[in-house]
DNA sequence: AAGACGAAAGTGGTTGA
DNA sequence: TCAACAACTTTCGTCTT
Protein backbone atom coordinates (compact mmCIF):
# COMPACT_ATOMS: atom_id res chain seq x y z
CA UNK A 1 0.00 0.00 0.00
CA UNK A 2 2.70 2.41 0.81
CA UNK A 3 5.53 1.92 -1.81
CA UNK A 4 8.05 4.42 -2.13
CA UNK A 5 7.03 6.03 -5.64
CA UNK A 6 9.76 8.05 -7.37
CA UNK A 7 8.04 7.97 -10.44
CA UNK A 8 3.78 8.40 -11.49
CA UNK A 9 2.75 5.57 -12.45
CA UNK A 10 0.03 6.85 -14.63
CA UNK A 11 2.36 9.15 -16.55
CA UNK A 12 5.94 8.07 -15.41
CA UNK A 13 6.59 11.84 -14.70
CA UNK A 14 8.58 12.82 -11.85
CA UNK A 15 7.11 15.89 -10.89
CA UNK A 16 5.60 14.43 -7.76
CA UNK A 17 4.67 16.76 -4.98
CA UNK A 18 4.38 15.91 -1.32
CA UNK A 19 1.02 17.76 0.51
CA UNK A 20 2.32 16.80 3.80
CA UNK A 21 -1.32 18.25 5.52
CA UNK A 22 -3.17 15.64 3.49
CA UNK A 23 -0.75 13.05 3.47
CA UNK A 24 -0.99 12.57 -0.27
CA UNK A 25 1.44 12.27 -3.26
CA UNK A 26 0.19 14.32 -5.97
CA UNK A 27 1.60 14.07 -9.78
CA UNK A 28 1.79 17.31 -11.13
CA UNK A 29 1.58 16.17 -14.30
CA UNK A 30 -1.57 14.08 -14.33
CA UNK A 31 -3.22 14.82 -11.25
CA UNK A 32 -3.36 11.43 -9.93
CA UNK A 33 -3.16 11.10 -6.45
CA UNK A 34 -0.16 8.35 -6.37
CA UNK A 35 0.15 7.52 -2.65
CA UNK A 36 -2.73 8.52 0.10
CA UNK A 37 -1.45 8.02 3.68
CA UNK A 38 -4.48 9.06 5.45
CA UNK A 39 -2.59 9.63 8.46
CA UNK A 40 -1.83 12.88 9.21
CA UNK A 41 -5.03 15.22 8.21
CA UNK A 42 -3.85 18.98 8.30
CA UNK A 43 -6.43 20.81 10.82
CA UNK A 44 -8.01 18.79 12.98
CA UNK A 45 -8.86 21.37 15.77
CA UNK A 46 -11.90 20.37 18.07
CA UNK A 47 -12.64 23.20 19.76
CA UNK A 48 -16.50 24.44 19.78
CA UNK A 49 -15.76 28.31 21.04
CA UNK A 50 -15.27 30.02 18.62
CA UNK A 51 -14.84 33.04 21.48
CA UNK A 52 -11.69 31.19 22.91
CA UNK A 53 -10.20 30.72 19.36
CA UNK A 54 -7.27 31.82 20.58
CA UNK A 55 -6.33 28.48 22.42
CA UNK A 56 -6.84 26.37 19.43
CA UNK A 57 -4.71 22.82 19.87
CA UNK A 58 -3.88 20.71 18.24
CA UNK A 59 -4.48 16.80 18.61
CA UNK A 60 -1.50 14.65 18.70
CA UNK A 61 -2.88 11.35 19.40
CA UNK A 62 -3.09 8.91 16.23
CA UNK A 63 -7.07 8.84 15.16
CA UNK A 64 -9.04 6.06 13.70
CA UNK A 65 -12.42 7.51 12.35
CA UNK A 66 -13.89 4.08 12.13
CA UNK A 67 -14.40 4.80 15.81
CA UNK A 68 -17.15 7.02 16.59
CA UNK A 69 -15.44 8.96 19.27
CA UNK A 70 -11.97 8.45 17.23
CA UNK A 71 -11.27 7.55 20.91
CA UNK A 72 -10.88 10.92 22.23
CA UNK A 73 -13.38 12.93 23.94
CA UNK A 74 -14.30 16.27 23.90
CA UNK A 75 -15.21 18.82 26.82
CA UNK A 76 -14.84 22.34 27.67
CA UNK A 77 -12.47 21.95 30.55
CA UNK A 78 -13.43 21.86 34.31
CA UNK A 79 -10.66 22.64 35.72
CA UNK A 80 -10.52 26.14 34.77
CA UNK A 81 -10.60 28.77 38.06
CA UNK A 82 -13.64 29.37 37.81
CA UNK A 83 -13.47 31.89 40.58
CA UNK A 84 -11.53 34.35 38.80
CA UNK A 85 -14.19 35.07 36.53
CA UNK A 86 -17.20 37.62 36.78
CA UNK A 87 -20.51 36.16 37.31
CA UNK A 88 -21.67 36.44 33.35
CA UNK A 89 -19.00 34.80 31.84
CA UNK A 90 -19.62 32.48 34.20
CA UNK A 91 -22.98 32.09 33.52
CA UNK A 92 -21.89 31.84 29.30
CA UNK A 93 -19.20 29.47 30.33
CA UNK A 94 -21.66 27.10 31.72
CA UNK A 95 -24.24 27.55 28.81
CA UNK A 96 -21.54 26.92 26.54
CA UNK A 97 -20.58 23.67 28.30
CA UNK A 98 -24.17 22.93 28.21
CA UNK A 99 -24.38 23.30 24.55
CA UNK A 100 -21.07 21.75 23.81
CA UNK A 101 -22.11 18.82 25.81
CA UNK A 102 -25.57 18.44 24.04
CA UNK A 103 -24.04 19.08 20.38
CA UNK A 104 -21.01 16.29 20.89
CA UNK A 105 -23.56 13.90 22.43
CA UNK A 106 -25.87 14.19 19.26
CA UNK A 107 -22.62 13.70 16.58
CA UNK A 108 -21.73 11.21 18.62
CA UNK A 109 -25.07 9.01 18.63
CA UNK A 110 -25.26 9.96 14.74
CA UNK A 111 -21.63 8.64 13.73
CA UNK A 112 -22.35 5.38 15.38
CA UNK A 113 -24.97 4.74 13.65
CA UNK A 114 -23.61 6.06 10.79
CA UNK A 115 -20.55 3.84 11.01
CA UNK A 116 -21.91 0.83 11.40
CA UNK A 117 -23.89 1.54 8.52
CA UNK A 118 -20.65 2.18 6.47
CA UNK A 119 -19.10 -1.23 7.53
CA UNK A 120 -21.86 -2.64 6.46
CA UNK A 121 -21.93 -1.38 3.01
CA UNK A 122 -18.09 -1.15 2.52
CA UNK A 123 -18.09 -4.98 3.46
CA UNK A 124 -20.72 -5.38 1.06
CA UNK A 125 -19.08 -3.76 -1.59
CA UNK A 126 -15.62 -5.58 -0.57
CA UNK A 127 -13.81 -2.06 -0.32
CA UNK A 128 -10.36 -1.94 1.38
CA UNK A 129 -9.69 -0.62 4.72
CA UNK A 130 -7.84 2.53 3.29
CA UNK A 131 -10.96 3.59 2.01
CA UNK A 132 -13.38 2.86 4.46
CA UNK A 133 -11.49 4.81 6.84
CA UNK A 134 -11.33 7.76 4.31
CA UNK A 135 -14.93 7.34 4.03
CA UNK A 136 -15.52 7.86 7.53
CA UNK A 137 -13.58 10.57 7.97
CA UNK A 138 -15.15 12.41 5.48
CA UNK A 139 -18.49 11.33 6.80
CA UNK A 140 -17.00 12.79 10.49
CA UNK A 141 -16.33 15.96 8.66
CA UNK A 142 -19.30 16.14 7.09
CA UNK A 143 -21.47 15.51 10.62
CA UNK A 144 -19.57 18.16 12.15
CA UNK A 145 -20.46 20.96 10.00
CA UNK A 146 -23.81 20.35 10.09
CA UNK A 147 -24.31 19.23 5.99
CA UNK A 148 -26.28 16.17 7.10
CA UNK A 149 -29.41 18.13 8.06
CA UNK A 150 -32.07 17.71 5.83
CA UNK A 151 -30.67 14.69 3.91
CA UNK A 152 -30.56 11.06 5.11
CA UNK A 153 -28.07 9.88 6.81
CA UNK A 154 -27.59 6.66 4.21
CA UNK A 155 -27.20 9.02 1.17
CA UNK A 156 -24.57 11.26 3.04
CA UNK A 157 -22.61 7.82 4.07
CA UNK A 158 -23.15 6.50 0.61
CA UNK A 159 -21.47 9.97 -0.76
CA UNK A 160 -18.61 9.38 1.56
CA UNK A 161 -18.26 6.30 0.32
CA UNK A 162 -18.12 6.82 -2.75
CA UNK A 163 -16.26 10.07 -2.80
CA UNK A 164 -13.36 7.52 -1.28
CA UNK A 165 -13.51 5.34 -3.48
CA UNK A 166 -13.20 7.56 -6.33
CA UNK A 167 -10.11 8.99 -3.98
CA UNK A 168 -8.69 5.78 -3.53
CA UNK A 169 -9.09 4.87 -7.46
CA UNK A 170 -10.63 2.09 -6.51
CA UNK A 171 -14.31 3.29 -8.34
CA UNK A 172 -17.39 1.82 -7.66
CA UNK A 173 -20.61 3.12 -9.61
CA UNK A 174 -23.19 5.02 -8.55
CA UNK A 175 -25.03 2.21 -9.15
CA UNK A 176 -23.40 -0.15 -7.00
CA UNK A 177 -23.32 2.13 -4.11
CA UNK A 178 -27.08 2.67 -4.85
CA UNK A 179 -28.11 -1.23 -4.62
CA UNK A 180 -25.94 -1.66 -1.67
CA UNK A 181 -27.02 0.81 0.59
CA UNK A 182 -30.62 0.86 -0.54
CA UNK A 183 -30.64 4.65 -1.71
CA UNK A 184 -31.51 6.45 -4.90
CA UNK A 185 -28.63 6.94 -7.51
CA UNK A 186 -29.74 10.47 -7.93
CA UNK A 187 -29.56 11.12 -4.55
CA UNK A 188 -26.29 9.55 -3.59
CA UNK A 189 -24.86 11.76 -6.63
CA UNK A 190 -26.83 14.76 -5.31
CA UNK A 191 -25.23 14.45 -1.96
CA UNK A 192 -21.83 13.39 -3.20
CA UNK A 193 -21.36 16.62 -5.02
CA UNK A 194 -22.96 18.34 -2.23
CA UNK A 195 -20.45 17.24 0.48
CA UNK A 196 -17.18 17.03 -1.75
CA UNK A 197 -17.80 20.80 -2.31
CA UNK A 198 -18.60 22.00 0.99
CA UNK A 199 -15.78 20.22 2.32
CA UNK A 200 -13.53 21.47 -0.37
CA UNK A 201 -12.23 17.85 -0.86
CA UNK A 202 -10.93 17.67 -4.35
CA UNK A 203 -11.94 14.93 -6.69
CA UNK A 204 -9.97 14.22 -10.04
CA UNK A 205 -12.23 12.96 -12.48
CA UNK A 206 -12.19 9.20 -12.13
CA UNK A 207 -9.67 7.56 -15.00
CA UNK A 208 -11.66 4.36 -17.17
CA UNK A 209 -8.59 2.38 -16.37
CA UNK A 210 -9.53 1.74 -12.58
CA UNK A 211 -12.67 0.01 -13.89
CA UNK A 212 -10.84 -2.34 -16.12
CA UNK A 213 -9.48 -4.81 -13.57
CA UNK A 214 -12.57 -5.15 -11.90
CA UNK A 215 -14.79 -5.52 -15.14
CA UNK A 216 -12.34 -7.93 -16.89
CA UNK A 217 -12.89 -10.58 -14.07
CA UNK A 218 -16.53 -10.11 -14.04
CA UNK A 219 -15.95 -11.23 -17.49
CA UNK A 220 -13.28 -14.00 -16.98
CA UNK A 221 -11.29 -11.82 -19.65
CA UNK A 222 -7.25 -13.08 -19.97
CA UNK A 223 -4.20 -11.31 -18.40
CA UNK A 224 -3.38 -9.79 -22.10
CA UNK A 225 -7.08 -8.70 -22.99
CA UNK A 226 -6.71 -6.71 -19.84
CA UNK A 227 -3.45 -4.68 -20.84
CA UNK A 228 -4.26 -4.53 -23.92
CA UNK A 229 -7.47 -2.24 -23.12
CA UNK A 230 -5.52 -0.51 -20.80
CA UNK A 231 -3.06 0.58 -23.75
CA UNK A 232 -6.12 0.98 -25.93
CA UNK A 233 -7.42 3.74 -23.28
CA UNK A 234 -4.39 5.45 -22.88
CA UNK A 235 -4.26 6.06 -26.49
CA UNK A 236 -7.77 7.25 -26.61
CA UNK A 237 -7.08 9.71 -24.19
CA UNK A 238 -4.42 10.94 -26.54
CA UNK A 239 -7.39 11.42 -28.88
CA UNK A 240 -9.32 13.24 -26.66
CA UNK A 241 -11.82 10.49 -27.10
CA UNK A 242 -12.16 10.61 -22.62
CA UNK A 243 -13.36 13.96 -21.95
CA UNK A 244 -16.78 14.57 -21.39
CA UNK A 245 -17.84 10.96 -21.52
CA UNK A 246 -18.79 8.56 -19.01
CA UNK A 247 -15.44 6.53 -17.82
CA UNK A 248 -17.37 3.43 -17.47
CA UNK A 249 -18.69 3.34 -21.16
CA UNK A 250 -15.62 4.09 -21.92
CA UNK A 251 -13.33 1.32 -20.11
CA UNK A 252 -16.50 -1.27 -21.73
CA UNK A 253 -15.70 -0.57 -25.26
CA UNK A 254 -12.02 -0.85 -24.67
CA UNK A 255 -12.78 -4.27 -22.67
CA UNK A 256 -14.66 -5.21 -26.10
CA UNK A 257 -12.70 -4.37 -28.47
CA UNK A 258 -9.57 -5.77 -26.42
CA UNK A 259 -11.49 -8.82 -26.17
CA UNK A 260 -12.03 -8.73 -29.75
CA UNK A 261 -8.37 -8.48 -30.47
CA UNK A 262 -7.26 -11.28 -29.06
CA UNK A 263 -10.19 -13.29 -29.80
CA UNK A 264 -12.34 -13.68 -26.63
CA UNK A 265 -15.25 -12.34 -27.68
CA UNK A 266 -17.80 -11.20 -25.48
CA UNK A 267 -21.01 -9.71 -26.49
CA UNK A 268 -22.14 -5.89 -26.01
CA UNK A 269 -24.45 -6.92 -23.78
CA UNK A 270 -22.33 -9.05 -21.54
CA UNK A 271 -19.93 -6.29 -21.28
CA UNK A 272 -22.65 -3.94 -20.98
CA UNK A 273 -24.13 -5.66 -18.13
CA UNK A 274 -20.81 -5.61 -15.81
CA UNK A 275 -20.22 -2.16 -16.96
CA UNK A 276 -23.49 -0.59 -15.78
CA UNK A 277 -24.35 0.47 -19.55
CA UNK A 278 -25.81 0.01 -22.17
CA UNK A 279 -25.17 -1.66 -25.50
CA UNK A 280 -25.70 1.58 -27.23
CA UNK A 281 -23.21 3.75 -25.27
CA UNK A 282 -20.66 0.93 -26.12
CA UNK A 283 -20.99 0.86 -29.65
CA UNK A 284 -20.84 4.51 -29.70
CA UNK A 285 -17.53 4.30 -27.79
CA UNK A 286 -16.58 1.74 -29.68
CA UNK A 287 -16.97 3.06 -33.61
CA UNK A 288 -15.31 6.00 -31.94
CA UNK A 289 -12.05 3.83 -30.75
CA UNK A 290 -12.36 1.92 -34.30
CA UNK A 291 -12.52 5.46 -36.09
CA UNK A 292 -9.20 7.14 -34.60
CA UNK A 293 -7.59 4.71 -33.63
CA UNK A 294 -7.52 2.41 -36.47
CA UNK A 295 -7.42 -1.05 -35.06
CA UNK A 296 -9.37 -2.40 -37.61
CA UNK A 297 -6.79 -4.46 -38.17
CA UNK A 298 -5.70 -5.99 -35.21
CA UNK A 299 -9.32 -7.07 -35.29
CA UNK A 300 -9.01 -8.29 -38.93
CA UNK A 301 -5.80 -10.23 -38.05
CA UNK A 302 -7.22 -12.71 -35.49
CA UNK A 303 -10.22 -12.87 -37.50
CA UNK A 304 -7.87 -14.80 -39.67
CA UNK A 305 -6.20 -16.54 -37.31
CA UNK A 306 -9.30 -18.31 -35.67
CA UNK A 307 -10.00 -19.62 -39.14
CA UNK A 308 -7.02 -21.60 -39.53
C1' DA B 1 -32.05 -17.22 -33.86
C1' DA B 2 -28.90 -14.37 -31.61
C1' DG B 3 -26.07 -10.66 -31.91
C1' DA B 4 -24.78 -6.28 -33.90
C1' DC B 5 -26.10 -1.96 -35.80
C1' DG B 6 -28.26 2.58 -36.02
C1' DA B 7 -32.20 5.94 -35.84
C1' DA B 8 -35.38 8.39 -33.03
C1' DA B 9 -37.39 9.94 -28.98
C1' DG B 10 -37.00 10.48 -23.93
C1' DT B 11 -34.41 11.38 -19.40
C1' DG B 12 -31.57 13.68 -15.96
C1' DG B 13 -27.79 16.73 -15.21
C1' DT B 14 -24.80 20.69 -16.42
C1' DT B 15 -24.12 25.31 -18.02
C1' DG B 16 -24.63 29.98 -19.14
C1' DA B 17 -27.61 33.93 -19.64
C1' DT C 1 -34.20 30.50 -12.39
C1' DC C 2 -34.89 28.85 -16.88
C1' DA C 3 -33.72 27.20 -21.40
C1' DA C 4 -30.30 25.09 -24.37
C1' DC C 5 -27.31 21.34 -24.61
C1' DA C 6 -24.55 17.01 -24.47
C1' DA C 7 -24.32 12.37 -22.78
C1' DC C 8 -26.77 8.43 -22.03
C1' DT C 9 -30.88 5.37 -22.21
C1' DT C 10 -34.88 3.04 -24.16
C1' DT C 11 -37.07 1.18 -27.84
C1' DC C 12 -37.46 -0.75 -32.11
C1' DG C 13 -36.64 -2.08 -36.90
C1' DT C 14 -33.03 -3.93 -39.94
C1' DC C 15 -28.84 -6.25 -41.17
C1' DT C 16 -25.18 -9.88 -40.32
C1' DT C 17 -23.29 -14.16 -38.70
Redesign the pocket.
Known sequence: MSDFVKKCPECGGINLFWNKEKGEIICRDCGLVVEDKMVDFGQEWREFDSDSGDSRRRVGAPMTYTQYDQGLGTEVGMKADLSRLENKSRNKFFRLRKWQYRISTAIERNLKLALSELKRISSYLKLPKSVEEEAARIYTLAVQRGLVRGRSMESVVAGALYAACRRHEVPRTLDELAEASGNE??EI??TY?FVTRELGISIMPSNPADYIPRFASALKLSAETQSKSIEILERAQKSELT????????AAAALYVAALIYGE??????VADVA??????I?????ELLDKLQLEKEIKKTKKKVKE
Open positions: KKGRRSGRGPTGIKRTQREGVTEVTRNRYK
